[in-house]
């Protein structure tokens, strides 16, 4: 299955990689993948409805009837692959940031470990972050708050488009808006009783396809199920903050 | 020490199945049971425990349902009566009080060690049962000493529960039930929701397992499935025997005044934490159920049966709680027990054999193991949809006893 992928990139964010001598060539969005691969769909409904019909042949008439441009197959692969080789499914995501000026700081993103070794992007990504106008900032970025908020509608709006291609459903357009309520009480430090966070999230979605509504609803149940960011902000996390102290005098007495 | 072709571990319905099958093939064989027979259903159950399986439904292979409620559902103390009957009439030579210590593999087969004696056998049946441990999350470790714990093994009625509040974890068959009743005995309780599968106990007029065996659901193969490892995961139906065509699903939990919350996912600082999880957790529930109507329709349809069934009334969508609770203080809150109802795994740590993947699930094709002449009963799905159910135990102990006896013969010949 893995030597059957195709070993150059392909579509978007699709990367090449090489691991303890297995090849996986395409891991977009794996944490929606396993997702997309699961969960009663079309496909899964037509191979109820035979339960002796050729289940490669289900697949494949799947992928012909739908194209939102993500690689199922090789999705497949590569979950097949991890289920193997479970060490090679354990990444570190990692960010940099650096302070620029009073709120406005600028995170880098290149590399990161996964499938058994560091990995690294030809580019780097960067994005900055700021607070508005309103609070006395520059404005030169996205609050982190609404990175927050892009990153889950990214998170569901990739696993809408996985789950959808999986299940043989053509998507025309995928729109998602992202609102989180938040009484800044509390990171003003107003009422301890408020916590910092958003008190709640709404997430909208304007999904044109060739599917029924139930269909959508369970395409959009299932990228919940499994996305990454919508388990990051439903769940609790332990988050480990550590400090190195630069010291001018020290540094100087170790050089 | 004993010499005998085949040890078949555990009188549960399935040994006893399995027992039957055999013997029609006089295949010379044992079942040890550590306990007696119909142990599981005598020591680690809860006392109002009936199947949820209704009766007509809750047969082994000659052994059709010949009382007067084929549509009630069976207490413990019926069906332990039932299954000792059929041990008895198929002359089942179960050897009780026989605890399986050790399996091990030797040179003409296996080596079987229990508590009196060793047993020396070409085939093992495991029927020692799916549910041997009740599930606990890591989390489990977190909560206060002060709160007492219980799971559905361990919980037997509401009365044992201190006379405080109780949080039970797990909103499948048997944590719904235990809810209800612990609800109902003035403990408040809260109710923990992750993955579930509702179902109605009826529609149309017909139970829901009338339906689901007459669509060929109940007699999916293993190897005709689309993703077995995800459908030997599923949790057990949301569903109650007894109090005849009554649905217990969330939203009759919240009427008796049950507080749904999200999947548990941390215990800390004395407070346990929920997920955000629910509303997509329940959405996802009500879309899967209302599939299953729709094939029952589109079913009743193509069968013609419209003129015969009830109409086509559905359940309302699950009601969320427009905020649900993220977290509790078990102190604040006066929580006094925990009860885990997030499912249950077999114990195979008497197995020292090589037939386990690296979670300690038995790897196997259809309840045939890795192992020449070593089987497997009553799993998940091992290799229909019904093999998890009582009623299933039939269909698989053919098929497997079919297997063995032409390994026999092919050793025989060889
Ligand atoms: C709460 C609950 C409710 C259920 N409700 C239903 C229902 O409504 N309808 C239905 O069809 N099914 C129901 N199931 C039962 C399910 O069908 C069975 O658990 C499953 O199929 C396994 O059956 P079994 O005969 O293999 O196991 P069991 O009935 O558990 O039998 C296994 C036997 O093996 C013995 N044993 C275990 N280890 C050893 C050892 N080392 N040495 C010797 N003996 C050993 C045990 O003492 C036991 O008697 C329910 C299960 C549970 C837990």
Known sequence: MISNTPDTPTADGDIAMTAGGWRVSTLARIGDLVGALTGGGRSTAQGRDNANADKKGNEMQTQSIANNGVNVEALLGAREALTEAPEAAMFKWRARCEWIDGAHSRSTVDGFFGLGAEQRRPQPHVVDADHPAEFAAMDNGATPVELVLSALASCLTAGVASVAQNRGIQLRSVKASVEGHMDIAGILGIDPEVRNGFSMIRVHFDIDSDATADEIAAVVAQSQKRSAVFDILTNPTNVHVQVDVRDDVHNDDVA | ?414
């Open chain 2, 1 to 414: 020490m004993t010499r005998i072709s085949t040890v078949i571990i555990g009188a549960g319905h399935c040994g006893l199945a399995m027992s039957r099958r055999l013997s029609q093939r006089n295949v010379d064989h044992v079942v040890l049971e550590r306990g007696r027979v119909a142990n599981s259903w005598r020591t680690e159950r809860w006392d109002s425990l009936r199947l949820l399986t209704p009766n007509w439904q809750s047969t082994l292979p000659g052994d059709p349902y010949d009382g007067p409620a084929p549509d009630g559902f069976m207490t413990m103390p019926e069906l332990i009566f039932r299954l000792e009957r059929y041990a008895q009439r198929g002359g089942a030579p179960v050897q009780t009080q026989t605890e399986v210590l050790a399996v091990h593999a030797e040179a003409s087969g296996y080596r079987v060690e229990t508590t009196r004696g060793v047993f020396h056998c070409a085939n093992v049946v495991l029927a020692s049962g799916a549910c041997n441990i009740a599930n606990a999350p890591a989390v489990a470790a977190e909560v206060p000493r002060s709160v007492q714990t219980f799971t559905p093994m361990s919980y037997k009625r509401p009365a044992d529960l201190p006379n405080k509040g109780v949080l039970v974890v797990g909103a499948s068959a048997s944590g719904v039930q235990i809810a209800r009743e612990v609800h109902a005995s003035g403990r408040p309780v809260t109710l923990a929701v992750g993955e579930h599968v509702r179902v109605p106990r009826s529609y149309r007029g017909r139970d829901i397992q009338r339906w689901m065996q007459r669509l060929g659901l109940l007699d999916q193969r293993w190897d005709a499935v689309d993703d077995l490892n995800r459908v030997r995961r599923t949790p057990s139906l949301q569903l109650a025997g007894g109090g005849l065509w009554r649905t217990l699903d969330l939203n009759a939990l919240t009427d008796d005044g049950v507080r749904i919350v999200g999947r548990l996912v941390g215990v800390r600082a004395g407070k346990a934490q929920f997920s955000g999880s629910l509303a997509n957790m329940c959405a996802a529930a009500d879309l899967k159920m209302n599939r299953l109507l729709d094939a029952i329709d589109a079913h009743v349809e193509e069968t013609v049966l419209q003129h015969v069934v009830g109409p086509q009334r559905r359940l309302a969508p699950t009601r969320v709680p427009s905020d649900p609770l993220l977290e509790l203080d078990f102190g604040g809150e006066a929580i006094g027990s925990v009860i885990w109802a997030t499912g249950y795994r077999p114990d195979y740590s008497w197995l020292h054999l090589p037939v386990t993947d690296r979670k300690g699930r038995l790897r196997h094709d259809g309840g045939v193991l890795d192992a020449p002449g070593l089987y497997a009963m009553g799993l998940p799905f091992i290799r229909k949809r019904k093999s998890t159910l009582i009623t299933g135990a039939g269909d698989d102990a053919a098929a497997l006893a079919e297997h063995l006896v032409a390994r026999s013969a092919r050793r025989l010949a060889a």
